[in-house]
């Protein structure tokens, strides 16, 4: 089993390694660093531009193989290189990092328990009213793109905050700066800067979940083994939570790992467009600022991430399933 | 059994009452398909959305990159229908002109997109060994970076080009996913019998894979060009919010949306006609895409459809 | 009625909304009792309301069906009680066994969970002492080593080991009542043997009532003690089991018993076909719904239905003439057609029909003629030589590892001459498809060798267009499957799929062959134009028989031929086979689980068990004088439609499930001495231990028996006497 658990793993990690090096070639192809020191004002003298860019790696007129090369004997090392203002890329990235995880976990975590309950009640009562309007309103929500969808909460939550004369929910950034109290008040205060934005992934989340819970529901309630259930004498609810819901949720442990690139794209409109300084906001940033080794940090970020929901759909599938197990 | 019976029962009360018999499969979906009150509204709303996109601008006088240098900033009226913007651009000519973008890059990149996924997926399905474990060992790198990312950072080389080169590349990084469902469904296609009784006739591969193949999965393959118009318009939108996708002066939904966010509460007019319009394309887009699979589904009766989506990674 | 009775069913009516608001009849007045330790049987083909009616009995039809008439159980009305009354009657009163154990156990608990689970619904005990049951009961329905059975899922069971905990779950809380569901369908003839022999202690263990539902006729004649035959959603008959073999009254019960290929008759008897096919429920008329493919029909009948009649102490015949004294089994007087009616081809021309519902296909033939003389000394078309086909297996599907071989075909050899027909027997797993399938795809085999039509495989692999060389052979040699749904591309219309060899093969005009193969089998020419699921089971298979004709093989592969049919529409198949085999002088390679079948068919036998031939002969021969151990047991599970016979004859239950072909990396015992020797009745029943030591140590090889036409492998083929064999025990 160890054996085996091995070579997914290395199998993760080459294509770990081959994503990443892919992200930093089409960085490095597609951006220009050198265009972003010459449109300083007063434009700096080209000897010295040049001079910044060797230093950073990013000079355009050393080959890509070489500046390849220097890159990833740097990352081999644990080193990400400069960003193209001169600080350390890991030292950034171990910043914001934590930012990201929080609205990725938290909108997750919420999503898909939301989007489970509402799928098994959309299945169960199919046709009825509740079930016509769960999916209008999960076909609404899946239909808006993340970026709407996060404009339209911020105007709402504006609208309720001036209804309310005061900043019921904050909006934009992580904390509210220069707060005085202790550290319940700060608790506090975060968790209310955290309700919007992750709320603006929840929403997504729970409405392709509840899209795929419904129909693996409705698989299985016609599958014989509840009708087995049914015909020992087990009343409708609980065959249909013990042994339909149970079974149903299988396919959505895959549904995880699938959806977590989609994620991982919504978390950047999110962190933009709430002022959240993680790693979706500086991917954006950066690209504007045809910063390579950041972009190429980003692009590692998002390939661990999606590998470690792949590695744990599979732990979990293997939990729910023991047709899979060993 | 009584499910088997039962569905025998209803089977055969659709598929051998006296009437039925006669019709074609194509009018067996049409007529299941226009049961469906949702699916038509969809489909009523996206054709009023082509027509709107692509007669639209010639109902109003104004022209996307015309400036009204009376008028900065002003709310509908009768001379701008959907009001201005802050250099004096019309809203609604603006709107019918990114409209009309958003249509044509979500149709083309989804069309492609899913051609290049039944393509890789059924070859890799029916030939499996390692034709497949290559091809789905690329499908999983691709999916490892999701394609927003990819296209991100690739949008410089496109700037100053044909929008068709975004086009291509929408849909280089979206067939990733159906391409794993053709797989699996080629996959379980190749142990049915009738491709068994047709290699062992001694009919060439790549006729097994145009004639039994591909037509049999053609439902699941016109589902999926459908929902990805929805989704290539998001992804489209998307990207041009923040500049990826489409370059100024060229107007997309997105890049409208983007422009009027910040003035949203003051200056709604900016901000809803695109966003209203974009949510109601990609709704109806999506309605017609379910009623397609429930209807397609009850006529064929084989899984064409999957439940659960391709398993990344 | 009777006090006696525990379950007694009166006037049921099930229906469901159909299309356009037209009520879809599933049942239409369905009436039994059955009293305490008595056994009822339903019989019927799909479609014919069985389960529908057992399912409306315990209330778990979806919520859209209509159910009216009247269903008592020990006396109390269960129709219109609550989800809450009903749900302490299930299980605990009445108790279901389903067919297929496989979906119907739900794959995420531990089938000792299941069990205990079915427990506690209904008793408060403890998970400690529900668990302690669950084991029991495990061991009742003889699941070895039921302790740590109980932990395992389902997915780790054989189907037959499953139906076991299926029963033990049905007898967990002491029903008065089992509701058994097509119980034995999916299963191998020995392991149903077993489980209808787990359903009988079931029944001693309870003394509950059994309602067997089924399309089974052997079963039937020896499980059950009462039986009502179930047509179109009315029953159209019922008696005492005796009687209603003895003497159908009611022309479709006397068809089907005449149709059945049977064990105890001899080999190319033409078997009498009822033409036509099962009506589907939305088109039913007036009048009798059997009238179109009724022989004894007259014109009252297609205009009034006939009631369900009492006719005797105990039996009931729902047919006009049941009073006319008619010799239903021999055939109308002066109606010489019915015996080769074989057609079941017009789907809606029954409803103009006047006088014979369907024009004879081909001319009536002496019976002797059907029996085709097989041609001595010709050439083979099929040479087989210790063929060997062996792949790994693997283990998990997220993880794969290999864990050891599935040696699926492991030393088989066969020959078939022009003309006549071997058929390959065996249960699952014993190789038969893989077999079939190295045949049929024409590669270079793993190991040993194959001649088709006098081609080598190896030497048509060799070299440079392979593809191109081996057309020919491709086109002498043809496949009809089990399942036509799944054999036919349902994408393309019967004309399409009919020309596809012959554009495979280079014919250009298609178009005047289609319509000759389809007139071949018995189908209209303008049938060409629709497609395969607009026909019925037996007209689909048909098309699939006219399909393998298309290049005019010289040898036709039957894989389960006609398996998956519905019972009534099996004789018309079987016939146009014989009659094709002998007006084109085809062989066949005629695969079958089914021993029955396969009696009425072949000229040879060889009989597999894991991938060997264990049996080899002359179908007579081996049929009437089976020397292997397994032969004798395998034709000694097929039931005989008669219960006379069926009660009395010798019975040899086989233990344990069919083997698997799986040898585990590093197994090597497992390839030691005679690989039946597991289940083997003579080696457990051998006394002398150098006897025992020799089936230990050394594999069997296939030795010549008797004449020279006949072999078997076996140490002991001489030793057998019928004392040796534990006498059957019959429910
Ligand atoms: S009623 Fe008429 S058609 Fe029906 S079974 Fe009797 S004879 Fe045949
Ligand atoms: S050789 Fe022995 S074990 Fe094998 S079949 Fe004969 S008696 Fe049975």
Known sequence: ?326 | MTAEELVLAQEESAMTAPEPVTLGRGRIVLRRFLRRKLAVAGLVILVLMFALAFIGPYLSSWNYKDQDYNNFLTGPSATHWFGTTQIGSDVYAQTMRGLQKSLIIGLLAAVLSTGVAGIVGATAGYFGGWTDRVLMWFVDLLLVLPSFLILAITSPLFHGRTWLLFVILLAAFNWMVTARMVRGLARSLREREFVTAAEVMGVHPLRIITRHLLPNMASLLIIDATLNVGGTIIAETSLSYFGFGVQPPDVSLGTIIADGTDSALNYPWLFYPAGVLLILTVMAVAFVGDGLRDAMDDAAGTASSTSTPGDAA | MSDDAVLEVTDLHVSFPGEKGRPLAAVRGLSYQVRRGETLAIVGESGSGKSVSSMAAIGLLPTNAKVTGSVRFRGRELLGLNDKEMSRIRGAGIAMVFQDPLSALTPVYRVGEAIAAAIRVHREVTSDAAMRRAVELLELVGIPDPARRALAFPHEFSGGMRQRVMIAMAIANDPDVIIADEPTTALDVTVQAQILEVLATAKQATGAAIVLITHDLGVVAGFADRAAVMYAGRPVETAAVEELFAAPKMPYTAGLLSSLPRLDAGRGVRLRSIPGAPPSLAELGAGCPFAPRCAFAVDLCRTTEPELLEIGQGRAAACHRTGEGLDLMAGPSGDSGLADQDSDTAPEAASDAEGAPTEPEAPAKPEAAAVAEPIVGAEPVLTVRDLIKHHPLTKGSIIRRRIGTVRAVDGVSLDIAAGTTLALVGESGSGKTTTVMEILRLRTPQGGSISVLGQDLEALNQGRGVRRRAQPVRAGIAAVFQDPLASLDPRLPVGDLLAEPLRTHGHGKTAGRVRELLEMVGLEASHANRFPREFSGGQRQRVAIARALALEPRLVVLDEPVSALDVSVRAGILNLLADLQRELGLAYLFVSHDLAVVRHVADRVAVLNLGRIVEYGDADSVFEDPRHPYTRALLSAVPVPDPVVERQRERIVLPGDPPSPVVLDGDAEALRGCRFRSRCPLYAALEKPEARELCESTDPALTPVGDADRSAACHHLDAWVPALVQSGTVA
């Open chain 1, 1 to 326: 089993m160890g054996a085996f658990l091995l070579r997914r793993i290395v199998n993760y990690l080459v294509l770990i390694t081959l994503a990443t090096c892919l992200g930093y070639l089409l960085a490095a192809s597609s951006l220009s660093p050198r265009e972003y020191f010459a449109q300083r004002q007063p434009p700096p003298p080209v000897a010295s531009v040049n001079a910044t860019l060797n230093q950073l790696n990013l000079n355009d007129k050393t080959p890509l193989e070489d500046r390849f090369a220097h890159w990833a004997k740097g990352v081999v090392t644990g080193d990400l290189g400069k960003t193209i203002d001169d600080t350390s890329v890991s030292a950034e990235m171990g910043r914001r990092m934590g930012v990201t995880l929080r609205l990725v976990l938290f909108g997750t975590i919420s999503g898909a328990l939301v989007g489970v309950a509402l799928g098994f009640i959309s299945a169960i009562r199919q046709y009825r009213p509740s079930d016509h309007t769960i999916t209008f309103l999960s076909f609404l929500v899946l239909s808006t793109p993340v970026f709407l969808l996060a404009v339209l909460l911020k105007i709402g939550t504006v609208k309720i905050n001036q209804a309310a004369g005061t900043t019921l929910l904050p909006y934009t950034g992580e904390t509210t700066a220069g707060l005085a109290g202790g550290w319940f008040r700060h608790l506090v205060d975060r968790g209310q800067h955290l309700v919007v934005p992750t709320l603006s992934l929840m929403l997504g989340q729970a409405a392709l979940f509840s899209r795929y819970q419904r129909s693996a529901m409705l698989d299985v309630l016609g599958a014989d083994y509840i009708r087995t259930a049914r015909a020992t004498g087990m009343r409708r609810g609980p065959a249909l939570v013990k042994h339909g819901l149970r079974t149903a949720l299988i396919p959505m442990a895959t549904l995880f790992a699938y959806q977590m690139g989609m994620l991982l794209t919504g978390v950047t409109f999110t962190e933009k467009i709430f002022g959240w300084h993680g790693m979706g906001e500086w991917f954006v940033d950066s690209i504007g600022r045809q910063d390579v080794n950041a972009v190429a940090a980003m692009v590692l970020f998002t390939a661990v991430l999606i590998l470690i929901a792949g590695l744990l759909s599979d732990i979990a599938h293997a939990l729910l399933d023991p047709r899979v197990r060993d």
